[in-house]
């Protein structure tokens, strides 16, 4: 097993909406290794972004509140004060965004967006630091890095504004990246140029990264350990070829159920009942995804609605899975 | 039998620049592009973003003007209808959107949302009006009580069926399904999918659907063209495309698809490599000098492709 | 399968959503300070109309020679000025004269501001490139002089010449922000979607793209109607607003042009001033309050 | 860019032709000869008049009228002033600079105010700071200008005496020293600061609202995962950004002020164009007031051209084409 780079333990992050706090992220535990890619999976509102914002703590302050452990090595990231976290974020600990265009800065240059993390975290010179990030843009695959140095981000491809966001990331060499969503924005071929350049920087440089995203066919191309989160919390965690081969958990299963694949011809798709709750109106006691499952007796769920290791290495939340069938007339699909 | 019939359609878009803001060049959305639809198939438009597919969909529906060619709907042509001579069409053409956000007016009620096109082509009273929607709203699975909410009172996926609801409501023949599921997840899109091929079998419909996830037009189509460029580089049956691309750049397409199984992992980035390396290399046997793909050319009775 | 379908069926209390006009009332109910304002204005409104619909308009106009610049007394609230004439009288009057000319001025620039705003905006291309040329020219050119230059060379000056002048001029920054409105609507699927279902131009304009511009007007109809109480009196002030039949605000603020009555005679200006200030204010607040009230519905 | 500035400048030449015919269309339909201010003396026999119109070609077809002004004008002869007796370039220059530097402090004093206090208010939003200031940009934004400085004069001018009621400098200060300096500055500060206290109300809220729109985008958040420190997220990244529509402000500003002048100067009794304009209105002396008609119509179009230009140099998504 690699070295542990990031331990998060109970964390509860809430929101206050209408001065009452809800937990989006509701009591996580797991881990991330060196040379690990971890996918965290899930529909939106399940709490896998505002996961990721709360590790980096880039939450506003005054509507949020965290509490359990991030444990970085060995300190507890949600007890430093912002000075310390500034030393972390974007040294250590980086991050990657969704939608690269809102995320650089429009009225800044390429080259001055990644000299800005060099800026803080090194002692290069300026001429260092410029030298420096043109290796950079080069290593994620730019093909002409002194133009686009000079250029602002409205001046390039999706494509190219993300690998702009990834030398940003990866500029200090930082042993973890938080990449959030960070190809679900783009075109399938870039999405498979960003995968490659991704894992190969990775492979080359033994960094972890937290890969989240909704899309399943993402995680079978990328992770290495897999997270399935619902309504806040983990349902089902495992090696990728676990999740994705012997998935247990009834909404791991749905989800891969109502997939069309390009290696499927027509056929029926299943579909989850109901909607994703919303935090504020969710019921918080048993298993969450009883009420999408209601041809399941709700006795399955009473027994152990608790995360718990099934084998090693593969936990499950409630024991529902047991008694777990696909209604008849909903999914015909196998996979 | 066909329905619909399009022929080398282009749709330019201005590009003004210089001095005086005159028209220094196009943008070529659409520059060319032919196909048919039978009655009562489904035809995927696939591609990448500015690949032209949505372009070519809205063309059909005159949302924009073609700079040339013809579409000719049950014998007809279309093309340089005024919108007086199109309306007759409009109740046999119809639109679904991409995002169920934008296309619900957010300050009308249901009612009113489903009930426009049947106010805009038919006299009835409002007793009648409020029975057809209340029927249409059951049939996408929907409360019928709820005709007197507003659009944000519901999911994304119930404001897709709203939305599917109301291109129903004229009984049209062929219904250009603009990226219907790309802005939902994927339990919702399951959804809807499913919905699109039951209406499709209870009302006889032939489906246009214009799309960039090559899981969901496997699932939904019988024939499929692949679109590059404002060019349609390969179309055939479902099988043709994913079993048998012909094509680099549906090549290139295909071996990006994420496979769902861990194992593969290591085979797809080499394919990728692969394809990679023979797209550079085959380029300007695919392209002509402009970057533009050649007309199709057909290898098999269903298998069309762009060669020189 | 349809055993999917059905779940969402049930469960679903049908609730009647308030419109948007009751959310608004709502918000502006929470608001002390807007009701506060909502009220004040009302009662003034309701006070100077009534008051001025059983005031004798010749009597307060007529000039007294034995009581000139008398300071307020129990016979004249608000003292005398320069001919003697009752400054209370002539407050009422100038209060109604100013509000209904203001107006009228801002209903008749919302209707063109509306109405150009609209079709440039939803046609775009041609159209658009040339309203908002002719909109940039008239914004750039010194509105002020303009007007002033006009008032003196129109022949038979009235009250109708004046709101034509006027809004001649300040029919533009509606128009503007109704087109910028209307030009990010459009590209809404939901007006795309209308264009496929038959449905005409007109009705697209008026029928679906307007509701969802209504609240933007309303609150600067409400701002501007501000605004044009301010730039009357101010032109009156200047002696080029209102011709010298219809005493306004502005007039009874003209006579401080005079340093002995600015230093000495405040009873003449003051009330007329602390009258445009908080009609003003507190239809500011209004418009304001609303502003804020629409804003946060639209962020649901 | 270039072209964005060279199209914009050549868009000038329209708007120049077409403001000049307005002015002299409004000068046609005043009395007398407003564009070259020659005596008619109304009192005379109609044949007299009439000789006297043809002789001067006030009965020429017209746009042979507008041409012959039109040159006259590009050569700098605007005609006689009715009331001064001289040129009235000469009347036009005498007051010209004081309108210019009063809209120079007035410039100074607005953007002095709503910097600061813009960018404070949005950086700590729904702070008690914020509401303060907030409160302050309502109540300037609903208060008309003219009575706000009516008020001030009458307080500060004459209840307190601080500052003086009229005129543009102290006539008893001799030209060129010091004192005539402090003097002039002394007669423009109300009057500015007046104006300057109104109108900065709406650079404010607009300067709020842009910083508050910028501290939510998302590369703000970039720059946070990047490890930069607060203070200097503002420094960098939203400062600028927040800038840069307040930059185009300016030449909208500088058309208000050339607005504003006429009322501002009048009720300070300020010697400076619009005071010039609204004697010259009253005094029927009508070539004065074509001339500064045109010429403050012309100024006012350079404002806007102005501020097209600076968001253009400032703004880097503009400058395509």
Wanted: a positive charge; aromatic letters at 10%.
């Amino acid at each position: 097993m690699e070295k542990e780079l990031l331990r998060v333990e109970n964390l509860t992050t809430s929101f206050c909406i209408d001065d009452q706090y809800y937990a989006a992220v509701d009591d996580l535990s797991f881990a991330v290794h060196e040379n690990e890619i971890v996918a965290i999976v899930g529909e939106s509102g399940c709490g896998k972004s505002a996961l990721a914002l709360s590790i980096m703590q880039l939450h506003d302050k005054k509507r949020t509140k965290s509490e359990g452990s991030i444990i970085y090595k060995g300190t507890n990231l949600l007890n430093e004060a912002e000075s310390k976290l500034n030393k972390v974020r974007g040294r250590h600990i980086s991050m990657i965004f969704q939608e690269p265009l809102t995320a650089l800065n429009p009225l800044m240059t390429v080259g001055k967006q990644i000299e800005e993390s060099l800026h803080y975290h090194t002692d290069l010179s300026k001429k260092q630091q410029k030298a420096k990030t043109l290796t950079l843009l080069e290593q994620v695959g730019i093909p002409y890095p002194k133009r686009t140095y000079k250029q602002y981000p409205h001046e390039l491809s999706g494509g190219m504004r993300q690998r702009v966001m990834i030398a940003i990331a990866v500029a200090c060499s930082p042993s973890l990246v938080i990449a959030d969503e960070p190809t679900t924005a783009l075109d399938v071929t870039i999405q498979a140029q960003i995968l490659d350049l991704l894992k190969d920087i990775q492979q080359k440089t033994k960094m972890g990264i937290i890969f989240i995203t909704h899309d399943l066919g993402v995680v079978a191309e990328i992770a290495d350990q897999v997270i399935v989160m619902y309504a806040g919390q983990i349902v089902e965690k495992g090696s990728v070829k676990t999740i994705l081969e012997r998935p247990l958990h009834p909404y791991t299963k749905s989800l891969l159920h109502s997939i069309p694949t390009v290696k499927k011809e027509k056929n029926r798709l299943h579909v989850i009942q109901g909607m994703v709750p919303s935090i504020a109106k969710m019921n918080r006691s048993g298993c969450r995804f009883k009420e999408r499952i209601p041809w399941i007796s709700v006795q399955s769920h009473a027994q152990f609605p608790r995360l718990h290791e099934v084998e090693p290495g593969h936990f499950v939340r409630c024991t529902c899975y047991k008694q777990f069938h696909f209604p008849k007339e909903g999914g015909t699909a196998i996979r | 039998m066909t329905l619909l019939k399009v022929e080398d359609i282009k749709v330019y878009f201005p590009i003004r620049g210089g001095l005086f803001h005159t028209v220094v060049d196009h943008v070529r959305a659409v520059d060319g592009v032919s196909f048919e639809l039978q009655k009562g198939e489904t035809y995927g438009l696939v591609g990448e973003s500015g690949s032209g597919k949505s372009t070519t969909g809205k063309a059909i529906v005159k949302l924009h003007q073609v700079t040339a060619g013809t579409i000719t709907f049950q014998g007809k042509d279309l093309t340089y209808l005024s919108r007086g001579e199109m309306k007759p069409f409009r109740k046999d053409i119809q639109m679904i959107f991409q995002d169920p956000y934008s296309s619900l007016n957010p300050k009308k009620r249901v009612l009113d949302i489903i009930a426009e096109p049947i106010r805009n082509f038919e006299r009835v009273s409002v007793t009648e009006e409020r029975k057809i929607v209340q029927q249409y709203l059951e049939r996408v699975g929907l409360n019928p009580d709820s005709i007197y909410k507003y659009p944000h009172e519901f999911s994304g996926g119930q404001r897709q069926r709203i939305g599917i609801a109301r291109s129903l409501t004229l009984k049209p023949k062929l219904i250009i399904a603009d990226e219907p599921v790309s802005a939902l997840d994927v339990s919702v899109q399951a959804q809807v999918l499913n919905f699109l091929q039951d209406l499709q079998k209870e009302f006889q419909l032939t489906y246009l659907f214009v799309g960039h996830d090559l899981g969901v037009i496997r699932h939904m189509c019988d024939r499929i063209g692949v679109m590059y460029r404002g060019r349609l580089v390969e179309e055939g049956t479902s099988q043709d495309i994913y079993k048998n691309p012909q094509h680099i750049y549906t090549k290139r397409l295909m071996a990006a698809v994420p496979d769902l199984s861990p194992d593969a992992r290591g085979q797809k980035i080499g394919l990728r490599k692969q394809v990679a390396e023979e797209y550079k290399q085959l380029y300007s046997t695919f392209f002509d000098e402009n970057g533009r793909a050649y007309d199709l050319k057909p290898i098999s009775a269903t298998h069309k492709v762009a060669l020189p | 399968m349809e055993l999917n379908v059905n779940t969402e069926k049930h469960g679903q209390p049908i609730q009647i959503t308030p419109s948007g006009r009751q959310l608004i009332w709502q918000q502006m109910k929470k608001d002390r300070l807007a009701m506060g304002s909502f009220i004040l204005l009302v009662s003034i409104l309701l006070f100077v109309y009534s008051a001025a619909f059983v005031m004798d308009a010749e009597e307060v106009a007529r000039i007294n020679l034995r009581a000139l610049h008398q300071p307020p007394s129990l016979e004249h609230w608000l003292g005398t000025d320069y001919g003697g004439r009752d400054v209370f009288g002539q407050l009422i009057i100038g209060t109604r004269n100013s509000f209904t000319i203001s107006f009228c001025i801002t209903l008749l620039t919302a209707l063109i501001g509306l109405t150009t705003g609209l079709v440039a905006g939803y046609f775009g291309g041609v159209t658009d490139h040339v309203v908002m040329r002719i909109i940039d020219f008239i914004i750039s050119l010194p509105t002020t002089m303009f007007i002033i230059v006009l008032v003196t060379i129109i022949p038979e000056f009235t009250i109708w010449s004046f709101i034509l002048v006027m809004t001649l001029f300040y029919w533009t920054g509606k128009a503007r922000l109704i087109r910028s409105k209307v030009l990010a609507e459009r590209e809404l699927d939901y007006v795309q979607a209308s264009q496929t279902l038959g449905t005409p131009h007109w009705k697209i304009m008026f029928f679906q793209i307007f509701p969802n511009v209504s609240s933007i007007i309303i609150v600067n109809f409400i701002l501007n109607l501000a605004g044009n109480i301010g730039l009357e009196s101010a032109l009156t002030y200047l002696g080029f607003g209102l011709p010298e039949s219809t005493p306004s605000l502005g007039t009874l603020i003209s006579y401080a042009r005079n340093p002995d009555v600015l230093e000495h005679k405040w009873w003449v200006w003051l009330p007329a001033s602390v009258m445009i200030l908080v009609m003003m204010l507190s239809i500011n607040f209004v418009g304001q309050a609303i502003k804020r009230a629409t804003d946060a519905r639209q962020r649901r | 860019m270039w072209k964005f500035i060279v199209r914009r400048l050549l868009m000038m030449i329209p708007q120049l032709f077409i403001l000049s015919v307005l002015v002299f269309m409004m000068a046609k339909a005043m009395p007398g000869d407003a564009l070259g201010g020659r005596e008619i003396d109304p009192r005379a026999n109609p044949d007299v008049i009439e000789a006297q119109r043809e002789k001067m070609g006030l009965n020429d077809p017209w746009h042979e009228q507008y041409i012959r002004w039109v040159s006259n004008v590009s050569k700098g002869d605007w005609g006689v002033s009715y009331t001064h007796k001289v040129q009235v370039t000469d009347v036009i220059e005498d007051r010209i600079w004081n309108t210019v530097n009063l809209a120079l402090l007035t410039l100074i004093f607005t953007y002095l105010i709503a910097i600061p206090l813009g960018l404070i208010s949005g950086r700590y939003s729904d702070s008690w700071i914020d509401k303060v200031i907030t409160g302050y940009t309502y109540i300037g934004f609903a208060t008309p200008m003219f009575i706000f400085a009516i008020i001030m004069l009458f307080v500060f001018g004459f209840s307190l005496d601080l500052f003086p009621t009229g005129g543009s400098v102290n006539p008893t200060v001799e030209e060129g020293t010091f004192a005539y300096v402090l003097s002039k500055i002394n007669h423009m500060i109300l009057p500015a600061f007046s104006t300057a206290i109104v109108s900065t109300t709406v650079i404010i809220q607009y300067l709020r609202n842009e910083v508050i729109d910028n501290k939510m985008k998302d590369f703000v958040r970039t720059a946070k995962a990047k490890g930069v420190p607060e203070t200097n997220i503002y420094t960098h990244h939203v400062l600028r950004n927040s800038f840069l529509p307040i930059a185009a402000f300016l030449g909208y500003e500088i058309t208000g002020l050339v607005g504003g002048a006429v009322i501002i100067e009048t009720i300070f009794n300020y010697p400076g164009i619009g005071q010039l304009f609204l004697s010259s209105v009253h005094a029927r002396d009508f070539s004065v007031v074509t001339a500064v008609v045109m010429m403050t119509g012309f100024a006012t179009l350079l404002g806007t051209l102005l501020s097209d230009i600076i968001l253009s140099i400032v703004d880097p998504r503009i400058r395509i084409d």
